[in-house]
Nanobody, 123 residues
Framework: QVQLVESGGGLVQAGGSLRLSCAAS????????MGWFRQAPGKEREFVAL????????RYADSVKGRFTISGDNVKKVVYLQMNSLQREDAAVYYC????????????????WGRGTQVTVSS
């Protein structure tokens, strides 16, 4: 069983930065792929970034490449999402998720989800 708790969301001006954190519990945390997804009002949940906890491989959605960075700390069992140059289109609820199925951007293979943290971007 894995439990995930996100934090770090808030209100930021366009062009600003935020760092989201996802604290995980569970003894097998290091074997999971950890992902960040987001969902804006009226839109479907979309993939943002992922990291393999076993070898550190990362993947990003095209819309965030070069602006967002995912990283993790296996000792602390925390995954981070550093978000720079935020745009209004980045405003959404951001969810942390864990998958035992390897590297995938599909939300369907993620078994565990946090409750989300709100990111609001003002112009």
């Amino acid at each position: 069983q894995v439990q995930l708790v996100e934090s770090g969301g808030g209100l930021v001006q366009a062009g600003g930065s935020l760092r989201l954190s996802c604290a995980a519990s569970g003894r097998t945390f290091s074997s999971y792929t950890m992902g960040w997804f987001r969902q804006a009002p009226g839109k479907e949940r979309e993939f943002v970034a992922l990291i393999s906890r076993s070898d550190g491989v990362t993947r990003y959605a095209d819309s965030v490449k070069g602006r967002f960075t995912i990283s993790g700390d296996n000792v602390k069992k925390v995954v981070y999402l550093q978000m720079n140059s935020l745009q209004r289109e980045d405003a959404a609820v951001y969810y942390c998720a864990a998958s035992a199925m390897g590297l995938s951007s599909s939300s369907a293979v993620y078994d565990y989800w946090g409750r989300g943290t709100q990111v609001t971007v003002s112009s």
